[in-house]
């Protein structure tokens, strides 16, 4: 189905399934535990051992010598695997370091060897007997002092002028220009990274964990050099990714390796440790802003420069991409630079870009707001735009910022916040409020999807679309269910498996448009070919109830495969809707803290989002996704670091014990609204999503609600008590 002119009335628009509060139906198996997640599949490979990965114990280097005749001879070993003896690699496109390293090495962790035994305990003993001599290279570990060096991306967004950005910034009566600092971040999800590989022959399944189904079959089949057709990826439950699933990493390749030279089943799942340093993480930034403004309020220049790191071959942390269509501003300047850094690979966590760059970007409006003594949010009102403003013609094809602020300021109680800081106590604690936009693109891909009916009336929806604990077996099945006319309990879903339609996968918020999109896509087939079946018109038949309805006549659904089950499949394919219009989600983060004036501990009391993202498809999955955003939102502003070792360049803090992250126990209030609204430019479905948008915005309005609570402005994140101390009010 092509997608290319706006939606109009369509099924999904009876609202009698799409669009209300419903429980996730794979809900039962988590909370019983009895979902399968990867490591688990014990079911699925018979005489399964065990795969431990060993890890460059240095930063940048070559290894000198690796004996592994120690870790070969101990008890239960059946192969060990290195660089020396894997065979020829490729190197799949969505990794930036080798995913087996050695001899060179590239970071820290980097994986060289794998162990495998016929237990865990015996791989893990024998990994620690492999005898590795390093020569160590002068490595990079700190984007400040690589600043200086730091280039212009080949991968990313070209640099951005529209107008005199020097001139109107230089003659604005009102100016800021502040640099604000985000260190590096871990997904540091639950669920570590696993995988169990089996071979047939020359052919290879992975039950893995991981996001996106078939970028990392074409991946795998890169590294192995292997037919994309011979591989197969199997990853129904995922117990979060964050973004650190996105793309097949050593767990899964060194199962594959494993079990090829075992000549068995292998598992492999990363340690703790591992998951921080060997794969992914968002790199830290630095950002400079530049504000100038009228005595009235108008933004007449608007720069944002950002600076991150990665490996050699990397990308940027695109931290100024809100800022090309969050306000309005007739000269603006925006410039992202890339510094060759040998820390751990940094790639896409939870809203990459957005989530960063709001962090900055949203103080920096604060503090403008503060010196033209104009309250924060009649500020961002002032400066609100419904179109591009590199592109005036393109219009937003919807845009309820506004909004989004105005009902979140009466809902939250913003008229009783005190302008001046500080001047709001509470006993021992001074209590503030602060807000900020949140702003997150809406992104289309092609996603398609199978469709069974057979002769009971059950619908089976079949797609490598993936569940990463957001509810997208629910949503689907909602789909399936609005379009056939059916009960959720007569809708069956099958999701990430390689073997099914390819989807547009889990990522960048754009998951669950797009699959539900091309289940509809499916669905209008499905209900052709039945129509068809049972001698109907197509254009007028109804589906309701189980049955297929037309004028006097009703057929039950099921009878259209009384001889044979039906079988279609269909894939969304858009147009140029999403050049024409810009596609966007919007939200207003609202945040009240309490800091203790004589300890400077911090307390987020509540939180509040009111969100502008299209149709929700579930609002009650869609909740959750928003205030479990909120809530890492908030470990981003308070919490969350990753602290580098900057003689040997690695991630010293790398598990849970040192890496602290928020839970919902930690904030006792959090509020979601969801505005009423419907893109028809998006989808059939009319939806965009809300998964991202949910942090987009939050880090900056915990800061802001700090300041407003101590009238100390912190612009190096995380927001911890000893960068509030010494400048916090002298106690009575």
């Not at 894997?86 to 794998?114: D, M, R, S």
């Not at 399944?205 to 890169?222: E, F, G, P």
Request: with cysteine.
């Amino acid at each position: 189905m092509k997608f290319d002119t706006p939606a109009t009335t369509n099924p999904i628009d009876q609202l009698k399934v799409v669009g209300k509060s419903t429980d996730r139906i794979d809900g039962p198996l988590k909370t019983t535990g009895t979902a399968p997640y990867a490591y688990e599949r014990h079911d699925v490979a018979p005489n399964q051992a065990y795969g431990h990965v060993l890890g460059a114990s240095i930063a940048k280097g070559r290894i000198a010598s690796l004996d592994t005749s120690a870790a070969r001879a101990a008890p239960g070993v059946l192969a060990v695997v290195t660089a020396k003896n894997a065979g020829k690699l490729g190197k799949g496109k969505f990794n930036t370091a080798k995913l087996l390293g050695g001899p060179e090495i590239e970071h820290y962790h980097q994986a060289i060897a794998v162990v495998v035994a016929e237990t865990f305990e015996q791989a893990r003993a024998a990994a620690q007997l492999i005898r590795v001599d390093y020569v160590r290279s002068k490595g990079a570990f700190d984007l400040a002092s690589a600043k200086s060096s730091a280039v212009a991306s080949t991968r990313e967004q070209a640099d951005i002028a529209v107008g005199d950005f020097a001139g109107a910034f230089a003659a604005a009566p009102v100016q800021i220009d502040a640099t604000y600092t985000t260190p590096d971040h871990a997904h540091a999800m639950m669920e570590p990274h696993a995988s169990i590989a089996a071979w047939e022959g020359d052919k290879l399944t992975l039950w893995t964990s991981n996001q996106m189904i078939d970028w990392s079959k074409s991946d795998m089949a890169t590294t192995l050099g292997l037919p994309k057709e011979n591989v197969r990826l199997v990853s129904p439950y995922i117990g979060g990714g964050f973004g650190g699933k996105l793309w097949i990493r050593a767990d899964a390749l060194l199962a594959a390796l494993g079990a090829r030279a075992a000549g068995r089943p292998v598992k492999v799942a990363l340690t703790r440790p591992f998951m921080f340093n060997n794969t992914t993480h968002r790199p830290a930034t630095i950002q400079r802003i530049r504000i100038g403004a009228t005595k009235e309020g108008k933004i007449t220049a608007i720069g944002h420069e950002g600076w991150s790191g990665d490996l050699p071959g990397g990308g940027l942390e695109n931290a100024i991409a809100q800022t090309r269509l969050l306000y309005a501003g007739a000269n603006r300047m925006l410039a992202a630079r890339l510094a060759t850094l040998d820390l751990p690979e940094g790639n896409a966590m939870r809203a990459p870009g957005e989530a960063p760059g709001l962090m900055a970007l949203e103080i920096a409006m604060d503090e403008m707001a503060e010196k033209l003594g104009i309250d924060p949010i009649e500020f961002r009102i002032l400066n609100d735009t419904q179109v591009d403003p590199e592109k005036p013609e393109r219009r937003f094809s919807q845009r309820q910022l506004v909004e989004c602020l105005r009902s979140g300021a009466q809902r939250f109680g913003w008229n009783k916040r005190s302008a001046t800081p500080g001047r709001t106590r509470e006993g021992r604690w001074l209590v503030g409020m602060g807000v900020a936009a949140g702003f997150r693109n809406n992104l289309l891909a092609k996603s398609a999807a199978r469709v069974r009916l057979d002769r009971s009336g059950v619908v089976t929806v079949e797609t490598d679309m993936t569940d990463i604990g957001t509810g997208t077996y629910t949503i689907i099945a909602q789909t399936a269910a609005e379009m056939m006319g059916l009960p959720l309990d007569k809708v069956v879903v099958r999701l990430g498996d390689s073997a099914f339609p390819v989807s547009a996968g889990s990522g960048g918020q754009w998951g669950a448009n797009n699959s539900t999109a091309g289940v509809y896509a499916a669905c209008v087939k499905l209900r052709e070919a039945v129509a068809q079946k049972l001698g109907f018109d197509a254009a007028t038949a109804e589906f309701v109830d189980g049955k297929v309805r037309s004028g006097d006549r009703s057929v039950p659904l099921g009878q259209a495969a009384s001889e044979a089950e039906i079988v279609v499949e269909d894939l969304i394919e858009y147009g140029d809707l999403d050049k024409k219009y810009q596609q966007s989600t919007f939200a207003s983060h609202f945040v009240e803290t309490a800091v203790d004036a004589a300890t400077g501990e911090i307390r987020i009391r509540r939180m509040l989002a009111v969100c502008a993202a299209g149709r929700i498809l579930n609002p009650k999955s869609a909740r959750s996704q928003v205030i479990g955003a909120m809530t890492m939102g908030a470990g981003a502003a308070l919490m969350e670091e990753l602290a580098v070792d900057k003689r040997l360049g690695f991630f010293v803090n790398h598990d849970l014990a040192g890496y602290e992250v928020p839970v919902h126990a930690d904030i006792p209030h959090q509020e979601v609204v969801f505005l009423d609204e419907t893109d028809p430019m998006s989808s059939p479905m009319k939806a965009k999503g809300v998964g991202e948008l949910g942090i987009c915005g939050v880090g900056a309005a915990v800061a802001n609600a700090i300041y407003n609570a101590t009238g100390v402005r912190v612009r190096e994140y995380p927001i911890t008590l000893d960068k509030l101390l010494a400048k916090l009010p002298s106690v009575a």
